[in-house]
């Protein structure tokens, strides 16, 4: 049977009818030489053996199944794996004006969701990778588990795992696509009284070949066992999900548009981690309320006054039972108080807000609220999504020092999408190194550097805490 779309992908996939809430992902990796390409080439090949959809591209089903990831016979490695030289001077601007461009552009929706180039010409002599990723092929957590595939703990590159056997394109037939999905949505649709026709219900077993369905316990949608108060928090939980935003809090950040503008800054971890656990939070409270700092400073720099601002911040549903890659968040959204000055009290707020949405009630039913909102028209999507003004993502990286190819990496940075904010920003970890990737909307913020050094400032005060 054919491998269908979970339902938090196919909604991730569906809203970029709206090229304001595309979902790439790209990252930088800074190495301190020219690595191997031929070992690195190797490594890609080796993981898209191992990952399926490395080697899939997305087709459409008859509705109203969800789409489904194919492999087809036109797969060329040397497409997603390419290398080029950096343009004069050789800066980490000229890598991130690379990347810049990578970002906006979308994929050639016939072939697999990722693309990397290996960038030499560096000035003193470095290198970098930039890395370009669909998130419905994998989130932060994953792309960390398949980099770990990239990645030697040493300069010898070689000796790694043997390359498995491609995996065989399998033939299909013009009723294909229609048997599985009749197939998928007749075991979605039977079953114990409470199931609904939705998608994300059932999944397909890879290893057996067999279909299981996926349970979302017991106290909502027709258990037998519900209160009417766990029923009626739920339903709450829900619509505090998936309410739509009528506009932005912030009265300065209000337009979106197509162009995006990226940019890095670099924090020591131990000092991030000191400063919030100093005002009983987490590195994480630390980080929100760093990115509303610099929120806030911006604004003042605008003769603006500003309050508590819309954010979205991911939230990992990721098990260890769960394969590499693949994409197992959810997107929850709360207001942040950005207009608070003191950055203690700033970071005890977003601590218990944060430990609200953790807490949510429609965390377990993420699948089913995601193939509910599939089924609704996509001004509704857009109005979920596109007046939050900034996202926040903390991806726990790589905690040693590691190889690429032979050359050390020196440092990397995660630029997750905009979806229809003003900002992204996401917080990526290298050893002992907190790596901000800064990705802007220019239509909502146009004064770039003003905005870079205001989130710098932003940053300085948490720090101050842990002095």
Known sequence: MTAFMRASDAFTWAMETDPRLRSTVVSVVL?????????????????????????????????????????????????????????????????????????????????????????TGLDNGGAAMICKFHHALTDGVGGVQI??????????????????????????????????????????????????????????????????????????????TATARSAAATAASVYRTVRPINRPGSPLVTERGLTRRLGVHEVPMPLLREAAHRCGGALNDAFVAGVAGGLRLYHEKHGVAVGDLHLTMPISLRTNADDMGGNRITLMRFDVPVGEADPAARIRAVHQRTGAVRDEQSLPYTQLIAAA?????????????????????????????????????????????????????????????????????????????????????????????AS
């Open 31 to 119: 190495l301190d030489g020219p690595p191997d390409f031929d070992e690195v080439r190797e490594r890609f090949d080796l993981i898209s053996r191992k990952l399926p959809m490395f080697r899939q591209r997305v087709v459409q089903s008859p509705a109203p199944a969800p789409p489904r990831w194919e492999y087809y016979r036109g797969f060329e490695l040397d497409y997603h794996v390419r290398r080029a030289a950096a343009p004069a001077p050789g800066t980490l601007d000229a890598v991130l004006e690379m990347a810049r461009v990578a970002e906006m552009q979308d994929f050639d929706r016939a072939r697999a969701l990722w693309e990397t180039t290996v960038v």
């Open 373 to 465: 909102l599939n089924l609704m028209p996509r001004w509704y999507i857009g109005s979920v999504l596109r007046h939050v003004d900034f996202l926040a993502s903390d991806v726990p990286g790589v905690p040693v020092p590691v190889y690429l190819g032979g050359a050390p990496v020196r440092a990397q940075y995660a630029f997750g999408p905009t979806i229809g904010a003003a900002v992204n920003v996401t917080l990526l970890t290298y050893v002992d190194t907190c790596a901000l990737g800064v990705n802007v909307d220019t239509t909502a913020i146009p004064d770039f550097d003003v905005f870079h050094a205001a989130l710098v400032a932003g940053f300085d005060e948490i720090l101050s805490l």
């Open 147 to 224: 980099a770990m595939n990239l990645f030697s703990l040493s300069a010898d590159s070689h000796g790694h795992e043997s390359l498995p056997a491609e995996p065989r394109v399998p033939g299909s037939s013009t009723f294909s696509g229609y048997r599985d999905t009749w197939r998928y949505d007749a075991y979605a649709a039977t079953g114990k009284p409470g199931w609904f026709l939705f998608d994300g219900l059932v999944k397909h077993d890879l290893r057996t070949g067999g279909l299981e369905r996926i349970s979302f316990g017991d106290g909502v949608f027709g258990s037998e």
